[in-house]
């Protein structure tokens, strides 16, 4: 087959056909580990093994065709392993699920350096490792019959290109099968003499197996695909060569066949196969779906950040519209304005559910690695651990699925290391040997809610607190008067850790800081559930899309902010004589409940707070089990805003989340409220002290 390089191509449509490869490769290695995993345990092993066989089949092709040989020299190899398995030779365990598990991962990275020019694994050490493994396990290489009736019609997108190029020169395709002569007694010799006289014919699309493939030797036949412009019977005449090629059968291919070559290739069968197509746990991974398109996610950005400056647009017209009516009362256009206004509003509505659901994808997108996180970091720390999602459907806004993946990993890694106990303690406590980790995916109101939660030994408040006296993060008086709530939020800082010893999964006091960093860069919020002896949950939350948000807009002191209306739990009017002061700090008593009440002109430094009004307006919001109160001096109103992200330049404090501009020009600044609510206890103590 010619390499990418010999073809007529301009440097874009190279790169575009190697970037196909590329996104279609990285998806089948994923199948690729998931079915690996399922091999431990699985009634279906058979099955399985023959789904892991085609993945590894249909690299090895798309690879060579992209001209990456040692690529394919390793799932050559890898299918060696497979068939070992598949003849008995080689019992299937854990270590065979540990060596598939690295050829992927060797795959992995051989892709991603092609892709990005970094330095490649050394494919020859791995095949090395496959090697030793099969001759440790006395399973010698039995060469298999590979049938040319492997179907032809399974393109890759190189392929594809070269037969409409043939086609469009005029040239007829013909299916050929070349039996070698008995008389040949070095096939893949007689293979290359092939590949050297066929081109008088005319040029070969596909090859099965390919003319420089190392299975020659174990095979009775070549197929080929070639385009010519000669007659069949010449071509057939031509294909014979006395001493390399004995029986010789050659087809026009008729137009129907065509067609199905000029669609996205089915998997091709193996050796052994009885036909029947993709089995539906990969077709998804090796075939576009039908009616649908790639496209880059820059591109739905750009998408998105449009809509926004419309909703900006919107706005403006509002405002605009809303002065003309307040100007000219009578005016009889107002009413024909309005109703075009209208219409742009509900055309503009319509476009940005649309598109928002284009930036949506499946939170399985994460959640399927965690899989393989979660054997190898149990395998790691010598425990017993099975891993259970539910809600993997649920889909999240695209800049989530980008960077959420870290947070939990540290969250499961955390989870497998403090809290699972060992197979003799959990035995010992009753529990079943093997511990359970469940990642949970749902919607909630405006938010997207993510729950990691384990059956492990829980988080233990006190020694919680004695560490943190330990490390010099609070003082004994501090100590006596801190609650166990508060006492479990000190793994979240920067340094904690509870671990004795230091090893590869945790134990530095990097992780759960990094965690909570991330999920309020989201503008989210984490917060911990745990009991002693039954586990922990982790509970994180993030606003359901991270680009446009409905708002409360209100002032304080001379600022226009504004708060998530998800965040917003009600809004209330109190007489300035209701607030009572507790411990120093202001609270209202509302339905037996007793809540912090913060004031943002003191919290953000805005000016003082003007305590001698009658009256307050005090808008009640929540990050989840957390309610504080905020004091404002106006309600605005609601608006759907555009969120733009600020400089650290411009805004000093993470309790601004973000601006947005309004119709009329003006900018509000959007707040985070886990920052106030976190900012707003320290404040409130000292407030409390100088009173």
């Known amino acids: 087959m010619e390499d990418l390089s010999q073809l007529q191509l301009n440097e874009e449509d190279i790169k575009s056909l190697k970037e196909t490869f590329y996104q279609q490769a990285v998806e089948l290695i994923e199948s690729l580990v998931q079915e690996t995993l399922s091999l431990e345990g699985s009634k279906d092993i058979g099955s399985k093994l023959k789904t892991i066989k085609r993945i590894f089949h249909t690299l090895k092709g798309d690879s060579a065709s992209i001209g990456l040989k040692e690529l394919a020299r390793l799932t050559h190899r890898a299918e060696d392993l497979i068939q070992a398995v598949e003849n008995k030779s080689v019992d299937m365990d854990s270590d065979v699920t540990d060596l598939l598990l690295r050829i992927a991962d060797c795959m992995s990275g051989v892709i991603d350096a092609s892709r990005t020019g970094k330095e490649a694994p050394v494919i020859p050490v791995i095949i090395g490792v496959i090697d030793d493994f099969l001759k440790a396990r006395g399973a010698e290489q039995s060469p298999t019959l590979v049938s040319a009736q492997q179907p032809l019609h399974s393109l890759s997108e190189y392929e594809r290109l070269l037969l409409s190029d043939s086609r469009s020169r005029g040239k007829v395709i013909y299916e050929c099968r070349l039996s070698f002569s008995k008389d040949c007694r070095m096939k893949s010799a007689g293979a290359m003499i092939i590949s050297q006289h066929i081109p008088c014919i005319g040029d070969i699309i596909k090859a099965a197996p390919p003319l420089d493939s190392k299975e020659m030797e174990s095979v009775d036949a070549i197929g080929l695909l070639i385009a010519s412009k000669m007659s069949m019977e010449d071509v057939k005449n031509l294909c014979h060569i006395p001493g390399v090629v004995g029986d010789t059968i050659v087809e026009k291919m008729r137009e129907d066949e065509l067609a199905v070559v000029g669609t996205p290739p089915p998997v091709p069968l193996l050796?052994?196969?009885?036909?029947?197509?993709?089995?539906?746990?990969v077709a998804a991974a090796i075939t576009s779906p039908t009616g649908t398109i790639r496209v880059e996610s820059e591109k739905v950005d750009q998408i998105m950040d449009l809509v926004g400056e419309l909703i900006v647009g919107r706005s403006m017209i509002a405002q605009l519209l809303s002065e003309f009516e307040e100007r000219f009362p009578r005016e009889e256009m107002a009413g024909r304005f309005a109703y075009a206004n209208s219409f742009i509003e509900r055309s503009l509505s319509d476009l940005q559910r649309n598109v928002m659901k284009v930036r949506m994808l499946p939170i399985d997108r994460v959640f399927k690695r965690f899989p393989r996180?979660?054997?190898?970091l149990?395998?790691?720390?010598?425990?017993?651990?099975r891993l259970v999602i539910h809600g993997e459907d649920?889909?999240?806004?695209?800049g989530l699925v980008d960077v959420i993946g870290e947070p939990l990993i540290h969250i499961v890694r955390n989870a497998i290391d403090h809290g699972i106990e060992t197979v003799e303690e959990r035995e010992a406590a009753g529990k079943n040997r093997q511990g359970t980790i469940v990642l949970e995916a749902y919607h909630q109101g405006n938010d997207i809610v993510i729950e990691v939660s384990d059956d492990g030994r829980g988080i233990d408040p006190q020694r919680i607190k004695a560490k943190a006296l330990e490390k010099g993060f609070i003082s004994q008086d501090e100590l006596e008067t801190i609650d166990d709530r508060a006492a479990i939020d000190f793994i979240?800082?920067?340094?904690?850790?509870?671990?004795?010893v230091i090893n590869e999964v945790s134990g530095r006091g990097v992780g759960m800081d990094v965690v909570k960093a991330a999920v309020e860069g989201l503008r989210g919020s984490v917060n911990i559930r745990t009991e002693a002896g039954r586990g922990t949950t982790f509970v994180l939350r993030f606003?359901?899309?991270l680009a446009i948000?409905?708002?409360?807009?209100?002032?304080?002191?001379?600022?226009?902010?504004a708060i998530p209306l998800g965040s917003v739990k009600e809004i209330t009017r109190v007489f300035t004589k209701d607030v009572e002061f507790v411990a120093g700090r202001e609270v209202l008593r509302m339905r037996e409940r007793v809540i912090p009440l913060v004031r943002l002109e003191e919290t953000m430094n805005l000016g003082n707070?003007?305590?001698k009004r009658n009256k307050l307006f005090v808008i009640i919001v929540s990050n989840g089990d957390r309610d504080i109160g905020i004091a404002v001096n106006k309600l605005v109103g609601e608006e759907e805003l555009f969120i733009k992200a600020i400089n650290d330049r411009w805004v000093s404090t993470n309790i601004v989340g973000g601006a947005s501009i309004l119709g009329d020009g003006k900018v509000v600044l959007i707040l985070n409220v886990d920052a106030i609510i976190k900012k707003a206890g320290a404040i409130r103590q000292a407030i409390g002290e100088r009173q």
């Open 271 to 281: 050796e052994g196969d009885k036909g029947g197509g993709v089995p539906s746990e």
């Open 373 to 376: 996180v979660v054997r190898d």
């Open 378 to 385: 149990a395998k790691a720390s010598n425990k017993d651990s």
């Open 394 to 398: 649920t889909e999240v806004d695209k």
């Open 492 to 500: 979240f800082l920067p340094g904690f850790s509870t671990a004795k």
């Open 543 to 545: 606003p359901l899309t």
């Open 549 to 561: 948000i409905k708002a409360i807009l209100f002032s304080a002191g001379e600022r226009l902010l």
């Open 609 to 611: 707070a003007d305590r």
